[in-house]
C-alpha cells in the first residue's frame, strides 16, 4: 500500500510539474486587455520559473513525518543561464505579518542580485541557505570576489493542510525548483510552494497571467506570479460578480482538527512578483508594486490583519547597468507614459488569483483538513445568472 501511494504521489507530482491545468479564461471568465503567448510571467522574455512540490502522507498528523503538502517556488529574472545579471527592482507591503527577505537591499541598491524563492512561512530559513550554497556551488557570481549576498525568499502559511512544523522542505527540494525553472508554459495550481495553501474560501496555490501594450507603437509587457494563499470568501469577487456571497454554502472548508490559534476569517497571505520588459528605474517599480494591491483588491484581498501581502516588480530592460566600477547609461519610461504598465499590472494580478483558484485541485491534509477546489460548474453557472457569461 505505502509503495502504492508513493507511486501515485509521484505521478501526481508530474502531472501538477509538466501539465497545464484548465484556465480561467478556459471556463468562460472574462477579463480585461490582451494577454501575451503563454498569459504567464514567462511571456517577459527571460523569466523562467520552477517548482518543487512535495506531496506526501496522510490522516492524522505526526510531527515531522507529515501529511506534508508543501514545496518550493524558484523564479530567475534573467534565466539560469545568465547566473549573476541583476535586475532594476523595488518592493511593497500591503500588510506587513509575513517575510520576503532581502527586500532591505533591494529597495537601498535599486537592483535584485538574486532570483527569487517562495516557500512556506516555516521554510525560509532553509531555502535561503539553500540558495547561498548553491550559489557557491555554482560560482553565481561568475568569477567576482564578492563577500555578501541577500537571497529574496518569500513566504505563505500552508500549515492548514501541511505538517508545517516537520520542517519538510530541503535543500534536494530548492535544487529541484531551481534544476526545474523554464520559460514558456508553467504549471499552476497545487505546485511548489502554493501546494498547500488556500484562497478565498477554496483552494489556492500558484497562479500566473500576462498583459501586452503598446507605448508609443512599441510592444511591451507586463507579467505576474502569485502564491495566494489570503481573503475571506465572502469577499470573493469574479469578473465583477460577488462568487464568495453567492456560493457561501457551496464546499467550506473542512476542519476534522481545528488549530489552535487566533486565526481569524481573512488572514493569510499573498505573494505577488510582477516582471516587465518596460524600462524603468527602481522608483518607478515601487511605483508599479504599489499597484498590485489594486488588483488583490478586486477579487477580494482587504489587507487583513493576519496577512502577509507583499509584493516586488523588477525590469529586464537595461541590462548593462549594473556594474561596480564605471558609469553606465540607461534608458527610462516617461512618468507620463506609465498609465498602460499600471492597467496591465492590476489585469495580470487579478487574473493571476483567479487562474490559481481555477487550476487547484480538492485538498486533503493534516487530520483530515480539507480545502476544496472551487466548483467549475457552479462558478460557470454564478457568472451566467449574472450575464458575465453568455450562453
Known amino acids: 500500500m505505502k509503495r502504492l501511494f508513493a507511486l501515485c504521489t509521484t505521478l501526481l507530482l508530474c502531472a501538477q510539474t509538466y501539465s497545464q491545468k484548465p484556465r480561467a479564461r478556459d471556463l468562460g471568465i472574462p477579463f480585461v486587455g490582451k494577454t501575451g503567448a503563454f498569459n504567464a510571467i514567462t511571456d517577459v522574455k527571460g523569466v523562467e520559473v520552477g517548482y518543487s512540490t512535495i506531496i506526501s502522507g496522510d490522516g492524522e498528523n505526526v510531527l515531522g513525518k507529515g501529511p506534508i503538502r508543501t514545496g518550493v517556488t524558484a523564479l530567475f529574472p534573467r534565466g539560469k543561464a545568465k547566473k549573476f545579471s541583476p535586475v ?8 506587513g505579518n509575513g517575510e520576503m527577505t532581502g527586500t532591505t537591499w533591494v529597495t537601498e541598491s535599486g537592483f535584485l542580485e538574486t ?5 512556506n512561512t516555516n521554510s525560509v530559513g532553509e531555502v535561503r541557505q539553500a540558495v547561498l550554497k548553491w550559489f557557491v556551488d555554482t560560482d553565481w557570481y561568475s568569477g567576482e570576489n564578492w563577500w555578501y549576498t541577500y537571497p529574496v525568499v518569500a513566504e505563505t502559511y500552508d500549515g492548514f493542510l501541511n505538517d508545517i512544523y516537520g520542517f519538510h522542505v530541503k535543500e534536494k ?9 523554464i520559460s514558456g508554459k508553467i504549471a499552476e495550481g497545487n505546485v511548489g510552494g502554493g501546494t498547500g495553501m488556500t484562497c478565498l474560501g477554496y483552494k489556492g496555490g500558484t497562479g500566473t497571467a500576462s498583459r501586452v ?6 510592444k511591451y509587457t507586463v507579467g505576474a506570479i502569485v502564491q495566494s494563499n489570503f481573503g475571506a470568501k465572502r469577499n470573493l469577487s469574479i469578473a465583477g460578480v460577488p462568487v464568495g456571497i453567492a456560493l457561501k454554502d457551496t464546499l467550506n472548508y473542512e476542519f476534522k482538527a481545528p488549530p489552535t490559534s487566533r486565526r481569524q476569517e481573512g488572514d493569510g497571505s499573498i505573494i505577488v512578483i510582477v516582471a516587465t520588459d518596460v524600462p524603468l528605474l527602481p522608483h518607478q517599480l515601487k511605483r508599479v508594486a504599489q499597484r498590485i494591491p489594486l488588483g488583490v483588491g478586486i477579487v477580494g484581498g482587504r489587507g487583513s490583519n493576519g496577512s502577509g501581502d507583499i509584493f516586488l516588480a523588477f525590469s529586464t530592460a537595461n541590462e548593462g547597468a549594473f556594474n561596480r566600477d564605471e558609469m553606465t547609461t540607461v534608458e527610462t519610461m516617461s512618468n507620463d507614459l506609465l498609465m498602460p504598465v499600471f492597467e496591465a ?19 486533503e491534509g493534516i487530520n483530515g483538513n480539507k480545502a476544496y477546489a472551487i466548483p467549475h460548474d457552479l462558478l460557470v453557472e454564478t457568472l451566467k445568472k449574472y450575464n458575465r457569461i453568455k450562453d
Do not use: C, G, R
Not at 492590476?346 to 485538498?363: C, G, L, R, S
Open 88 to 95: 532594476y527592482a523595488n518592493w511593497y507591503s500591503l500588510n
Open 115 to 119: 532570483p527569487i524563492m517562495i516557500t
Open 173 to 181: 527540494h530548492v535544487l529541484e525548483a531551481i534544476n526545474n525553472a
Open 213 to 218: 501594450f503598446s507605448i508609443n507603437d512599441k
Open 345 to 363: 499590472t492590476v489585469q495580470a494580478v487579478e487574473e493571476a488569483i483567479i487562474n490559481a483558484m481555477v487550476a487547484a485541485d480538492t485538498m
